[in-house]
């Protein structure tokens, strides 16, 4: 093999092992802020418990919101030489989604917040963002029965 084509390959490598490392790194932190969403969205929860609302909130792995399960999920897009991460919240027809940009800024309605700052405090932004996201849910199942509308 000539040393042009090991260059190729070697360069093929170091492009490869780059995506697999911001492939890495952006999948953790996209569990990191599901996990912090499923808090926040569980806390909103179990204020609307405490007024005797139709929603379970017993644990994070079964939150319901009159019978219909909440989903909160990170979302990993990763086709090589790009990598997108994002947080998608669902309940019924409802949704919601918080971006992780390229710069580990956290978009969920409001100023971005670094993904940091996010771990050691929970910006209010933060927290209206799931309080919204339940109220969405809530009514969208109110209005419909928890029935999705077509398009």
């Given at each position: 093999?000539?040393?042009?084509?090991?260059?190729?390959?070697?360069?093929?490598?170091?492009?490869w092992?780059?995506?697999?490392?911001?492939?890495?790194?952006?999948?953790?932190?996209?569990?990191?802020?599901?996990?912090?969403?499923?808090?926040?969205?569980?806390?909103?929860?179990?204020?609307?418990?405490?007024?005797?609302?139709?929603?379970e909130?017993?644990a994070?792995?079964?939150?319901?919101?009159?019978?219909?399960?909440?989903?909160?999920?990170?979302?990993i897009?990763?086709?090589?030489?790009?990598v997108?991460?994002?947080?998608?919240?669902?309940?019924?027809?409802?949704?919601?989604?918080?971006?992780?940009?390229?710069?580990?800024?956290?978009?969920?309605?409001?100023?971005?917040?670094?993904?940091?700052s996010?771990?050691?405090?929970?910006?209010?932004?933060?927290?209206?963002n799931?309080?919204?996201?339940?109220?969405?849910?809530?009514?969208?199942?109110?209005?419909?029965?928890?029935?999705?509308?077509?398009?």
């Open positions: 093999m000539t040393e042009a084509s090991k260059s190729i390959l070697v360069n093929t490598l170091k492009e092992t780059k995506f697999t490392g911001e492939r890495d790194k952006f999948t953790a932190v996209a569990h990191d802020v599901a996990e912090i969403a499923k808090k926040c969205v569980f806390e909103s929860l179990a204020f609307l418990k405490t007024q005797n609302v139709d929603v909130a017993d994070i792995e079964t939150m319901k919101i009159m019978k219909a399960p909440v989903h909160v999920e990170a979302v897009e990763a086709t090589f030489p790009n997108k991460a994002s947080v998608m919240m669902k309940c019924s027809g409802a949704s919601r989604m918080i971006v992780i940009n390229p710069n580990l800024t956290v978009s969920a309605g409001g100023t971005p917040v670094t993904y940091d996010l771990k050691k405090a929970i910006p209010q932004a933060f927290e209206a799931a309080a919204d996201f339940v109220r969405d849910s809530f009514l969208y199942i109110a209005r419909t029965g928890g029935k999705e509308q077509p398009a």
